[in-house]
């Protein structure tokens, strides 16, 4: 399980908790060239057109849980994060990952 996390720098990180939410972001935001207004919209499309995928999860307890997968259910994931836009860039940064890495593959 990941846990993307806005805890304060004081705050122990065990090694599941990732304290990087503003670079990941802002990654969201260059690799969508967008705002934070149109967010979640371009996310969305993205995950669609060119992942071949949609988030599939979203759910709120203590965290937020995310998870999303390809429409054939062969790559999946799932994050927790104390905000939503934050899981959101997560999804996107390993479905393109995994992009780069089956296009590597396949060349």
């Known amino acids: 399980m990941k846990l993307i996390c806005r805890c304060t720098p004081f705050t122990p990180t065990p090694a599941w908790r990732t304290r990087y939410p503003d670079e990941l972001l802002a990654w969201a935001y260059r690799q969508l060239d967008c705002r934070a207004t149109n967010y979640l919209s371009r996310a969305v499309v993205e995950l669609e057109f060119e992942h ?20 054939d259910g062969e790559f999946k994931v799932y994050v927790e994060c104390d905000a939503l836009e934050d899981g959101i860039a997560y999804i996107l940064r390993r479905f ?9 593959n396949t060349m």
Not at 96 to 104: G, I, N, V, W, Y
């Open 96 to 104: 393109q990952k995994r992009k780069e890495a089956l296009m590597t």
């Open 52 to 71: 071949k995928a949609r988030i599939t999860t979203m759910a709120v307890d203590q965290w937020f849980g995310v998870a999303a997968e390809t429409f």
